[in-house]
């Protein structure tokens, strides 16, 4: 079979001109990223929420550049053939262009990601249009940032009054004009992430934002719930049972060691005849094997 082409950000523009939807997913392993390839997914965010439901913090703020570059690297090794993204973690791209570049520079050569995302709207436009006439395709993203968690007062839908709507507008217009290929809309009434969608000549691909964006993300974990901290989520579909059925397959093996049914027969090796004679020579001592 011949091997899929990963998409590219002419390609996305094309699907927004098309109307044809772009499907994105987080992943963080290579194990993943191998099963998302392979059941056809566009585009694969390795997150900063992997600080979430990976590594276990109760934010994304911890996450270190280094932890970053090492998802990304497994993500990039099961999923060649997908175009990936990987998230600039927490307060990596507010300093110095000169050192937002360094982080940016080992996602895409250490992690060997296709593109970078950053959230924020107009007050990173300066430092997005410097990433991008470095080389490095931008994703942006605005409405609920949750490395500004702490600032915006929790985890609130964005977009509710006349106000705020154009402040999304803006902020999403000068993305656009700073370079970014794309923006996430997360947790954006839907009718003014539809309108920016709307105004926009690149994709929006929303998360909790509506059906009038250009695509749609998830995470990973929350669409198979696997051992997802937040649920539910009433914009989360969940497609699948993955933490049940590991948990209950957990519990199967811890049965069967306890009460010895595992391994069985035809899980071990034997040796060849005559070999414990050899072992005991004359004492002739029977080992009992239950
Ligand atoms: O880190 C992440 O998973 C994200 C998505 C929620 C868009 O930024």
């Known amino acids: 079979m011949a091997k899929k082409q990963?998409?590219?950000i002419v390609k996305m523009k094309k699907y927004k001109?098309?109307?044809?939807?772009?499907?994105?997913?987080?992943?963080y392993d290579y194990p993943t990223a191998l099963l998302a390839e392979e059941a056809g997914i566009d585009i694969i965010l390795v997150g900063d929420s992997l600080g979430n439901v990976v590594l276990g913090y109760n934010s994304t703020l911890p996450v270190t550049i280094d932890d970053m570059v090492y998802h990304t690297r497994s993500v990039v090794r099961g999923a060649e053939n997908t175009f990936i993204v990987a998230d600039m973690p927490f307060m990596t791209y507010h300093?110095?262009?000169d050192e937002t570049?360094?982080?940016?520079?080992?996602?895409?050569?250490?992690?060997?990601?296709?593109?970078?995302?950053?959230?924020?709207g107009v007050e990173i436009a300066d430092t997005v249009k410097a990433v991008?006439?470095?080389?490095?395709?931008?994703l942006g993203h605005i409405g609920l940032t949750p490395q500004s968690v702490n600032q915006i007062g929790g985890y609130r839908i964005q977009g509710k009054d006349a106000a705020d709507a154009k402040r999304l507008m803006d902020e999403a217009k000068a993305l656009e004009a700073a370079g970014a290929f794309g923006i996430v809309l997360e947790l954006v009434t839907e009718e003014v992430a539809a309108a920016i969608s709307k105004e926009l000549s690149i994709p929006t691909?929303?998360?909790?934002?509506?059906?009038?964006?250009?695509?749609q993300v998830l995470v990973f974990h929350d669409v198979v719930q696997y051992a997802s901290p937040y649920t539910p989520k009433r914009f989360v579909k969940t497609y699948g049972d993955v933490g049940s059925l590991i948990r209950s397959s957990i519990a199967a093996y811890v049965k069967e060691v306890k009460d010895r049914?595992?391994?069985?027969?035809?899980?071990?090796?034997?040796a060849a005849d005559g070999v414990l004679d050899?072992?005991?020579?004359?004492?002739?001592e029977k080992v009992e094997i239950r």
Do not use: W
């Open 6 to 8: 990963p998409l590219n």
């Open 17 to 27: 001109q098309d109307g044809i939807p772009l499907s994105m997913i987080t992943a």
């Open 95 to 97: 300093g110095s262009i």
């Open 101 to 120: 570049l360094k982080g940016v520079r080992r996602l895409m050569q250490e992690g060997h990601a296709h593109a970078v995302k950053m959230e924020g």
């Open 132 to 138: 991008v006439q470095a080389g490095v395709p931008v």
């Open 205 to 215: 691909i929303g998360i909790g934002a509506g059906r009038g964006c250009d695509g």
């Open 261 to 270: 049914s595992f391994p069985a027969e035809e899980h071990v090796f034997n």
């Open 278 to 284: 050899e072992l005991y020579g004359q004492r002739k």
